[in-house]
């Protein structure tokens, strides 16, 4: 077998996360009398880390940094008490694990989100199964598309990049994958575009979690 693991994204590609993180968002800027967002906008704002996140949502205009940190903090604790409120994994996403498991693929999870949620998270609503890596962004780890966490991931595993798989829905992602040589998979199911996934380098897409098979 050409490939021996895979690695997810989070947000948009394991679970849907979407409606919780604009539900928190949306709350620290009605704090701030600032004007709220759709959840559609939400589907733009994310995947850059957390700071970004907060940055894009607060209003258009020069942005303070100091603003900016206050509300990240503030996000990040709202965040940290209700991340779990509507989020689920897709449909399909335990059935694929129970099978690369099966097949005895390594699985991991490389996310932009918060190292110590991401852990959370994927304990949580991902307990049946193991993660060889699960790991978020940190002071220690920059957020992707720098390849440092995609490369750790993969001394973790054992694995050459060139046998790995990175599984994601965003433009972060694919770049991500092609910085560290791996195989780009776009997740159709997640936060953005066809368009921007093949954009970026998007090697094969999903329209299914289980489409993954057709390539191992």
């Known amino acids: ?119 959370k998270l994927v304990a949580t609503l991902l307990p049946d199964w193991h993660f060889a890596a699960v790991i978020g962004s940190s002071a220690e780890m920059p957020e992707k598309p720098d390849p440092r966490g995609a490369l750790l991931i993969s001394r973790q595993l054992g694995i050459s990049p060139e046998r790995l798989i990175y599984v994601g829905d965003s433009d972060v992602d694919m770049e991500t994958a092609h910085n560290v040589g791996m195989y780009a998979v776009g997740a159709l199911w997640g936060f953005r575009t066809k368009e921007e996934l093949i954009s970026n380098g998007a090697e094969y897409l999903l329209k299914h979690p289980m489409d993954l098979l057709q390539i191992l």
Not at 18 to 44: C, Q, V, W
Not at 83 to 89: D, G, L
Not at 95 to 106: H, I, N, S, T
Request: a negative charge; glycine letters at 8%.
């Open 1 to 119: 077998m050409r490939f021996k693991g895979v690695i997810f994204d989070l947000d948009g590609t394991l679970v849907n996360s979407l409606e919780d993180i604009a539900d928190s968002m949306n709350r620290i800027l009605g704090e701030y009398g600032f004007p709220t967002h759709d959840l559609e906008d939400y589907k733009r704002f994310v995947g850059r880390g957390l700071r970004n996140l907060v940055s894009r949502a607060l209003p258009e205009g020069p942005k303070d940094e100091g603003l900016i940190s206050r509300c990240r903090d503030s996000m990040l604790e709202d965040y940290g008490k209700n991340y779990v409120n509507k989020t689920r994994p897709y449909d399909g996403i335990p059935d694929l694990l129970d099978e690369l498991v099966r097949r005895q693929l390594k699985l991991a999870v490389f996310s932009n989100k918060n190292d110590d949620l991401t852990k």
